[in-house]
């Protein structure tokens, strides 16, 4: 179109053009008249009238050109647009085209239909199978989230000749997941839920839930419960609170990004940032802007509150407000990405385990010695040394990044599973360095767990599926705190360290006792014939 070609914003080339056309229409049309009056022959052109006829037919194609192309070509092309979709569709079918290997006789079940299909079903399944409805369009077309997934189900064994069979579909509610949890479900898996405790943390008792298919997992984290409550419990602080997201942008220099940088971390500018940034929720107050250079391009970490929930969204919109607020005193500034991976979500990184992310956690006991001795079956000495030579020398050895700890990401990812936090976040959130001491002469053992990046909520994402939900609700922080925002996920950022302090304690003392085999294969070792 003329208006792509020409270096002014579309409103400013609409309105010349616009204007032009109807004032040289009006021009013309008035000096017509003139000439009828005066029985001058009209084709006597003076030079205006001759600049008025240019200008009309320039305007009118320029409009013509704006207006006028879709839509006449929304008729020519149409047939031809869709021949090239469907040319488009069959290529791309041939050549992605993978046909399942075939099914060996025995050990993988074939399809077979699992549920009863009324007949209207019926119909819809043929044509999600011969691709007429976009399986993924199920829940909108339908209006009903059982019945689409039910449809959906059905379709997916008829297309891959596999069964579900196992996997149940009755007995969840998708209307809860619709828009927020999963897309396209066919069904739930289960994942069986444990119970450890009482877990005696700074003078309260919680049972906690965790969901895993781990055996002796569930068992020995209750033995470290059971040490913990016998030497009078836990205590743990929360450091600090604080969701964050760090975008990339990219200037033309690096003095430019150097110039934003500073920018963004003088004090001076903080009152401004804030008030732009908080207007993404009740809840979210920014804390501090970090940032990091590579060359021409900036990584901006914010930091905010995000009071009960884990944060995520409501950072990532604050974040897009600020670099709105941004462009007018920096136009220059080329927003690459709202995610740099300085924040850092969901993978191993310095920056969290440093900084922290989420709620930063440290969590203490002292387990007396007859407790270490009766109830974890070892001794404070053989405990201490363990400790020494492998989550701290042994890690160390490794290269380990956070993962200075003997298997918190076990107790971490099952309380994460049963109370809907976000499991791929296992991965900041277990960053642990366990520390163990001899007390009171050697007598007693002092052990500590540091996590600085506990990403957890008590509102949002998955924590309000009805099983979560029971699951928060045995813990006692079910959805928000009304009283103080904030309050019931910091807790259960302790309960998530008190709970890793007992699975630490436990398995460290089965492994200095030389328990740890046997354990596991009297309890995580199927008996069943799996030939
Ligand atoms: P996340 O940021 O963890 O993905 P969302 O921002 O999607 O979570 O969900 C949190 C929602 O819950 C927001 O709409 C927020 O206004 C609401 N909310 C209600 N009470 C609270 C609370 N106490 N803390 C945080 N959010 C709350």
């Not at 836990?234 to 760090?246: P, W």
Request: charged letters at 20%; one cysteine or more; glycine letters at 10%.
């Amino acid at each position: 179109k003329a208006s792509d070609a020409l270096p002014l914003p579309l409103y400013l080339t609409n309105g010349i053009f616009f204007t032009l056309f109807f004032s040289v229409a009006y021009f013309l049309l008035h000096r017509w008249r003139e000439k009828i009056r005066s029985s001058t022959p009209l084709h006597v052109l003076t030079l205006s009238e001759l600049a008025g006829v240019i200008c009309l037919i320039a305007s009118f194609i320029y409009l013509l050109g704006f207006f006028g192309i879709d839509f006449v070509q929304s008729f020519i092309s149409k047939p031809e647009a869709d021949e090239d979709h469907q040319n488009f569709i069959i290529q791309e079918e041939s050549k992605i085209h993978c046909p399942l290997p075939p099914l060996p006789s025995a050990g993988i079940s074939k399809a077979k239909s699992d549920v009863e299909l009324p007949e209207e079903d019926e119909e819809v399944v043929k044509c999600v199978v011969s691709g007429e409805i976009p399986s993924y369009s199920l829940e909108s077309k339908l209006g009903d989230c059982f019945r689409a997934a039910k449809i959906r189900r059905e379709a997916v064994q008829r297309q891959t000749g596999r069964s579900l069979e196992g996997l149940p579909l009755e007995g969840f509610d998708y209307d809860s997941i619709l828009g927020q949890c999963c897309e396209m479900p066919v069904g739930y898996v289960q994942i069986p839920v444990g119970i450890v405790g009482p877990l005696l943390l700074n003078g309260c008792e919680y049972s906690v839930p965790m969901a895993t298919t781990e055996g002796c997992l569930v068992a020995s984290t209750n033995r470290g419960c059971k040490a913990i409550y016998a030497s009078g419990g836990a205590t743990c602080e929360i450091l600090r609170d604080g969701m964050t997201r760090a975008p990339v942008v990219r200037f033309q220099s690096a003095k430019r990004a150097t110039e934003l940088k500073f920018f963004l971390e003088d004090p001076l500018n903080f009152d401004t940032l804030s008030v732009v940034f908080n207007k993404s929720s009740r809840f979210a107050r920014l804390q501090e802007i970090h940032c990091g250079i590579a060359g021409k391009n900036l990584y901006i970490r914010f930091s905010c509150s995000t009071g009960d929930a884990m944060g995520m969204n409501m950072v990532s919109k604050g974040v897009q407000n600020v670099l709105d607020f941004l462009r007018s005193d920096f136009p220059d500034m080329d927003v690459i990405g709202i995610s740099g991976n300085y924040c850092s979500d969901k993978k191993p990184a310095a920056v969290n385990w440093i900084s922290g992310r989420g709620k930063s956690v440290v969590c203490e006991s002292v387990i007396t010695g007859d407790v270490v001795s009766k109830v974890l079956k070892t001794s404070v000495a053989s405990l201490v040394e363990l400790n020494m030579l492998k989550n701290l020398a042994g890690s160390a050895v490794a290269g380990s990044l956070g993962g200075f700890n003997a298997h918190a990401a076990n107790i971490v990812s099952a309380i994460f599973i049963s109370t809907g936090q976000d499991p791929a976040q296992n991965i900041e959130s277990s960053h642990c360095i366990t520390m163990m001491e001899g007390i009171n002469e050697g007598r007693d053992l002092h052990i500590s767990v540091t996590m600085p990046s506990v990403e957890v909520g008590t509102v949002g994402g998955g924590t309000q599926l009805s099983s979560q939900s029971a699951c928060l609700n045995l813990i006692g922080v079910k959805g928000a705190n009304k009283e103080s925002p904030g309050e019931n996920a910091q807790r259960l950022a302790g309960i998530v360290a008190g709970a890793v302090l007992a699975g630490e304690l436990s398995l460290m003392s089965a492994i200095s006792a030389g328990h740890l085999v046997n354990s596991h294969m009297k309890y995580n070792r199927s008996s069943r014939d799996m030939s």
